[in-house]
């Protein structure tokens, strides 16, 4: 069964750096993608970047550049999240999820269990 | 504010028939498939309809998908309380070579 396992809960300072991981099992990691989302409280969701173990393609979010890196390990089959500068809105829960593209169909599934980031001083 | 738009909520009593719309344009739904995720209260995001119209294993046949241009609809048949969650529509955007969602719709099963 695929499952993807997130990291733990974080608390933040301001202007501090966040890294969050997912590790993935039950199937082969080099064959999907891993697109990480987050969502603030009470709100939609947002796309912040995808990345392609495969090759290492990343892209990002516009409202992200500059601040997100996603890269994998694929020796674990695991996918890190880093968000540098941050700031009380990016307190979210943070999810990453298999993604799964090809001439225009994708979706993504499983999602991990989420990893709630609070960001206060 | 969201590139996709959905009502911001739908409700309906048990056994009914409900639909939530999505919109979008031609960079997104217009050209490429549309998702739907079902978000339970406390958990994370599940795919229930995927290329439009298809369901992933496991999902009832009461969840049905279409889309038409750039709009796309999710219809619940035979509404059960353990239906109660919010629903996000998504699709990939060409000009952002990311995905788009939707503001999602909060269901209420009365």
């Known amino acids: 069964q695929v499952h993807l396992v997130q990291s733990g809960v974080e608390v933040k300072k301001p202007g501090a750096s966040l890294k969050v991981s997912c590790k993935a099992s039950?199937?082969?990691?080099?064959?999907?993608?891993i697109i990480w989302v987050r969502q603030a409280p009470g709100q939609g969701l947002e796309w912040m970047g995808w990345?392609?173990?495969?090759?290492?393609?990343?892209n990002y979010a516009q409202r992200f550049q500059g601040r997100v890196t996603v890269t994998t390990d694929t020796s674990t089959s695991t996918s890190f999240m880093e968000l540098r500068n941050l700031r009380s809105d990016d307190t979210a829960m943070y999810y990453c999820?298999?993604?799964?593209?090809?001439?225009?169909?994708?979706?993504?599934?499983?999602w991990g269990q989420g990893t709630l980031v609070t960001v206060s001083s | 504010q969201s590139v996709l738009t959905q009502p911001p909520s739908a409700s309906g009593t048990p056994g009914q028939t409900i639909t939530i719309s999505c919109s979008g344009s031609?960079?997104?739904?217009?050209?490429?498939?549309v998702n739907w995720y079902q978000q339970l209260p406390g958990t994370a995001p599940k795919l229930v309809i995927y290329?439009?119209?298809q369901w992933p294993s496991g999902v009832p046949d009461r969840f049905a998908g279409s889309k038409s241009g750039t709009s796309a609809l999710l219809a619940i048949s035979g509404l059960q309380s353990e239906d109660e969650a919010d629903y996000y529509c998504?699709?990939?955007?060409?000009?952002?070579?990311?995905?788009?969602f939707g503001g999602g719709t909060k269901l209420t099963v009365l």
């Open positions: 999820a298999r993604m799964y593209t090809s001439q225009s169909v994708d979706w993504f599934a499983p």
């Open positions: 039950g199937y082969t990691f080099v064959d999907y993608g």
């Open positions: 990345i392609s173990p495969y090759n290492g393609n990343t």
């Open positions: 031609s960079s997104n739904i217009g050209s490429n498939t």
């Open positions: 290329n439009n119209h």
């Open positions: 998504a699709a990939w955007d060409d000009n952002l070579s990311g995905p788009v």
